[in-house]
């Protein structure tokens, strides 16, 4: 995709925030590098502020039609859950005991908030429309908004996957990849951006409740 592609304000809206989130996401290992080691504190809630404003700003680019496929969309978003904690609470696996602790924030209460809007909020608008909004449909064709919402090849359907699992941490690779392919099915299954991103989001919400009860740290 040339750089000039960027000047076409739509794929401004559906790429920046996502690009944005990654990009504010570099210095934390450069940092640690150098023995700064709590950079996440202050860091998380500045990109939660910066994406969350770019999704405001651009707003009116996306088609947030109230969701449809309401009990199809939850039930997914349950079996997702489902995935990303059974293998330590049905299979034995190891436990996730290290990662990003807010109790080690002097800020307790606004860490978590920070943490909670970071992922139950933040991350399925960013994520749902870059990754199911934008690629699913810009792989199907270049302008992607002549694509209906859901539209199905195998060819996209299996490169938004593999790409949605790369983005996130090897150890959660299995999960991720068939979280992707739920999360598409709902895409397919609803052609709603709404639904991928309430189902998105619940599965989130119910992660992080899990991850504070549990003290399973290195699922944020």
């Not at 680019?61 to 330590?88: N, T």
Request: hydrophobic share 55%.
């Amino acid at each position: 995709m040339p750089l000039q592609a960027f000047k076409d304000p739509l794929l401004r809206a559906y790429c920046a925030p996502f690009v944005v989130f990654l990009l504010m996401i570099l210095p934390i290992d450069l940092l640690a590098g150098l023995g700064i080691s709590n950079s996440q504190y202050w860091i998380f809630p500045l990109q939660t502020l910066v994406c969350g404003a770019l999704v405001i700003v651009f707003w009116k680019h996306y088609d947030l039609a109230v969701p449809r496929g309401l009990f199809f969309a939850v039930a997914v978003a349950l079996l997702a859950l489902g995935i990303w904690v059974s293998p330590q609470a049905l299979f034995g696996m190891p436990h996730r005991w290290v990662g990003f602790d807010p109790t080690g924030s002097p800020c307790f209460w606004g860490t978590l908030v920070f943490r909670f809007l970071r992922m139950a909020i933040v991350v399925p608008f960013v994520e749902e429309i870059f990754w199911r909004g934008f690629l699913l449909r810009y792989l199907i064709k270049e302008d992607f908004e002549l694509v209906p919402f859901g539209a199905f090849t195998w060819r996209s359907f299996g490169i938004v996957v593999v790409f949605f699992m790369l983005e996130h941490q090897p150890v959660d690779y299995p999960a991720a990849f068939v979280t992707g392919m739920l999360f598409n099915w709902i895409a397919i299954r609803t052609r709603s951006l709404s639904s991928c991103i309430l189902a998105h989001a619940i599965t989130n919400l119910l992660l992080g409740f899990y991850i504070m009860t549990t003290r399973q740290w290195g699922f944020w």
